[in-house]
C-alpha cells in the first residue's frame, strides 16, 4: 500500500518541471528577502502615503462601488456568451439544419426570459 | 453505447420538468403584480410532483448513457431523483407556512429551489468529470442565495458569506484535482478514466487527484474537517432553506461520491459482491477515519448547542458520518445501507425541521429555551417532534434504528469493528442532545404557556412524515428491495 515513490527517478519527465519549481520559488522568495534585509529604510511621511502617479492621493483607495457595475458586468458575460455561441451556430446553419434551429431557439428563448426578468426588475435602469 | 442528443431526450423528462416550472416562475414573476403571493409555491409543488412521476414512469430498462456519454440514466439516478424531488416537495410545503420568508419575493425563492433540485439530478447522474462540475456548480450557487436570501439580517448574510468563500474554495480544489486526473489519463469520461488508472499503477499525482476531488465531495456531504461552513450557514439561512440543505445536496453528494469513486477506483467483483480496488490506495482506511471524525466531531459539539438549528446541523454532520460507514467497506450491500439510511433520514430529519418551522412561527425563536412546555402548548407537534428526535437517535420501534441497523450490519460483517464501537458510542452521545430538547418540551415549564396552532397543512404534512418513521420501523423490506435494486450502476 501506499502510492508514494520509494526512491527519486530523474528520469521522469516531470522531474524538470520540479527542478523549475523550486529554482522559480527560491529566487521569489530569496529576492523579497534580499531587498529586505539590504535595502535601506528612510520612513517618513511622504513615503507611508498612497503612491498615486506621483500626485497626492485624493480620496481613500478603499472606495465603495455600486453595486449596479456588477449586475451589468454579469449581464455583459451572459450576452457575450450567448454571441460565442451564435457565431459557430450561424456559419454551420445551413448542415446544421432544422435541428440546430430548434435548439438554438430553446437556447436564446431561456436567456430572453432572463433578459425580460433583468429588464422589469430594473437592472439595466441607472439612476 | 452513447446515445445521441435527440435519442436522450426521452430519458430527460423529469429535468424537463423541472427546468420548465423555473421558467414559468421567472414569466410568472414578470407578469404578476403581487410578487408576495403563494402562487409560486403551488407552481413549484407541481412541477417538482411531475418530476417525481416522470422520473417514476420514465422508460424502464437497462441503463444507458445519454448525451453523448455526459449523463447516465440507470437506477441509482433514478433512485436519487425521486429522493431529492420528495426532499423538496416538502421543503416547499414548510416555505409557504414560514414565517421567514412571509413578506419576501416568493418566486424567485422558489426559483432558486427548483435550480438547486436541477443540479441535484445532474449531481446524482453525471458522469463525464466536466458535467459532474457543473452540476457541483449548479448546486452550490442557487444554494449561496438561499442561505442568504432573508436580505437585511445579518445571519444570513453572513451564512451565504461562509457558503461562497468555502464553497469556492472546495470546488477550486476539486476541479485542480480533475485537472490532474485528465491529465494522467487523457479524458473526461468518468469509466474511461477508471480504465486507464486501471492500467497503470499507483502514483503521487493519482493519491493527490483522489484526495483533491475528495475535498469537494467531502464538502458537500458536510464530512469533518470540511464541515466549518455548515453550522453557521444553517443557523443563518432561512429554516426552510435549511431543512433542504441537511437532506438534498447531501443526498446528491453522496451520490456523486459513491458512482464517482465507485467508477474511477474500483469495480465490483461479481463473486464476493465487495469491490477490487484499481488503486494502491489505502481506501477503506481513509473513509472509515473520515467517518469516525465525522460523527464524533458532530456528536461531541452537538451536545453543547443551545439553538435547535445549531444542533440539527450539528447532528446532520454526524448522520453524514453514519452514512459513511456504508462507503468504507467497498460493497453493494453498504452502498445500499447508504441508500436505505438517506430514505429514513429524509423523513425523519424534515420532519424534525418541520416542527421547528412551526414553533419558531409562533414563538419568533429557535432555542431549546422556546420549546419548554411545547408539551402542553402543542401536543401533536411535541409528540411528533419526539419521534423524529427518537429515530435520528436510533431508538428500535423508528426507522432510524434499521438505518442503522443496516450500516452497522455491512461494518460487522466485514470485520471493521471499531468502527462499529465508535458508532455504537456515538449514538449513545446523540441520545443526550436529542434527549435535552425532548426533556424541555414534556418535563420543564413553558415561560408562556399559551396554545401553540399547528396549521392544517402543517398538521398533514407532519402526519405524512412521521407514519414512514413509524412505518419503516416494522416493515422495511419494500424500500430496502427498492434500495438494493437501485444500486445497479452504469458501469461499462
Redesign the interface.
Known sequence: ?????ATVDFSNPYFAVLVLLAIALAMSVGFVLLSQALGPKRYDRIKYSVYECGVDPLTPAAVRVSVKFYLLAILFILFDLEVTFLYPWAVLFRSLGL?GFIEMAVFVG?LL??L??AW?KGALEWQ | MFLGNLASLRYFLPEFAVTATILLLVVLHVVTKSPKSTGSGFLSLLGVGAAILLAGVSPAGAGRSIFEGMVAYDGFAVFFKVLTSLATLVVIFMSMDSRDLAGRSQAEYYIFLLSTLLGMFLLSSATDIVMLYLALELVSIPSYLLAGYLKGQEQSTEAAMKYVVYGATASGVMIYGFSLLFGLTGSTQVAEIGRSLAAGKATLPMLLAAVMVAVGFGYKIAAVPFHMWSPDVYEGAPTPATAFFSIGPKAAGFAVLIRFYFTVFAAEDPGTGLWRLTSAVDWPFLFAALSALTMTVGNLVAVKQNNVKRLLAYSSIAHAGYMLMGFVLLSSAGIEAILFYLVVYLFMNLGAFYVVVVVSNATRGEEISDFMGLGSRAPFAAVVLSIFLFALTGIPPFSGFIGKVYLFAEVIHRGVYWLAIVAALNSVVSLYYYARIVRAMFLEEPKDASAIPVPAVSFAMLVLLAAPTLILGVYWEPVARIAADSVRMLTF
Not at chain 1, 500500500?1 to 515513490?5: I, L, S, W
Open positions: 500500500m501506499g502510492g508514494f515513490p435541428f431561456i426570459v432572463g425580460v426578468y422589469k
